[in-house]
């Protein structure tokens, strides 16, 4: 079945450092991939997406490519800010091995941003 | 308008009270999803409704119990619960993923905090 495995973290980081956190998935067929950000209290929101191979998503200064070859969707930011201190989940739905109604969830990444 | 609402934000409730989580979208979306999230834990899907008909349930107790009165509005029922239920429920939508040129893409409301004492 469909996985995603991402670094658990939590990872610490001082303002302004750069940003990876790496997302692997096994999927069949040509899934889409996501980015999902949960600021401490609240729901879950999209932070970018890509929906086909060599597809880059980004937004916020995020920027994440989808990578079929390595099966890799990793997660990158230049320079981070204290607000980007949030739980980040990589995500893929759509695999032909999957209901197309069914996000599969990493376990998610805890990110602390130090001023 | 991009949102998906979710009341109430806090619930407290007794092992033998009945409730209700209401959601509700004006997207036009077709699809609408519960999750059940526990602390620093991704998100576990418990159903979903495409086309307001009960597609997907992944062998939720019946202490929880679904209902979408319409495409826009959907609850989820609550009765008898346990202590280890206490958790953060989120509704979400999508277009329908059947769709050409659909994504996939979750729009999620910002949770119901449930307590069960």
């Known amino acids: 079945g469909d996985s995603v495995t991402q670094m658990e973290g939590p990872v610490t980081l001082s303002e302004e450092a750069f940003l990876t956190i790496n997302c692997t998935y096994t999927?069949?067929?040509?899934?889409?991939l996501f980015w999902y950000v949960q600021y401490p209290g609240e729901g879950l929101q999209l932070l970018l997406k890509?929906?086909?191979?060599?597809d880059k998503g980004s937004n916020k200064g995020f920027e994440a490519t989808y990578r079929k070859e390595t099966t890799s969707f990793h997660l990158e930011k230049g320079s981070v800010q204290v607000s980007d201190s949030a739980v980040y989940f990589c995500?893929?739905?759509?695999?032909?091995?999957?209901?197309?109604?069914?996000?599969?969830f990493g376990k998610g990444t805890l990110l602390t941003v130090n001023p | 308008d991009t949102e998906v609402t979710q009341t109430p934000k806090h619930l407290v409730m007794g092992m033998t009270n009945k409730k209700s989580l209401k959601c509700e979208q004006h997207?036009?979306?077709?699809?609408m999803y519960w999750y059940k999230q526990k602390a620093k834990k991704p998100p576990e899907l418990m159903f979903v409704?495409?086309?307001?008909?009960?597609?997907i349930n992944e062998s939720v107790p019946s202490r929880f119990s679904p209902e979408c009165p319409n495409s826009s509005l959907l609850n989820l029922h609550l009765h008898a619960l346990q202590p280890e239920d206490s958790a953060l429920y989120l509704c979400?939508?999508?277009?329908?993923?059947?769709?050409?040129?659909?994504?996939?893409?979750?729009?999620f409301g910002e949770g119901s905090r449930l307590t069960v004492l």
């Open positions: 979400a939508s999508s277009q329908d993923p059947g769709l050409a040129g659909a994504s996939g893409e979750l729009f």
């Open positions: 999927a069949t067929g040509y899934p889409s």
């Open positions: 890509a929906t086909k191979a060599d």
């Open positions: 995500a893929l739905s759509g695999s032909s091995g999957g209901s197309n109604y069914k996000l599969t």
């Open positions: 997207m036009g979306h077709r699809a």
């Open positions: 409704y495409s086309y307001e008909k009960l597609s």
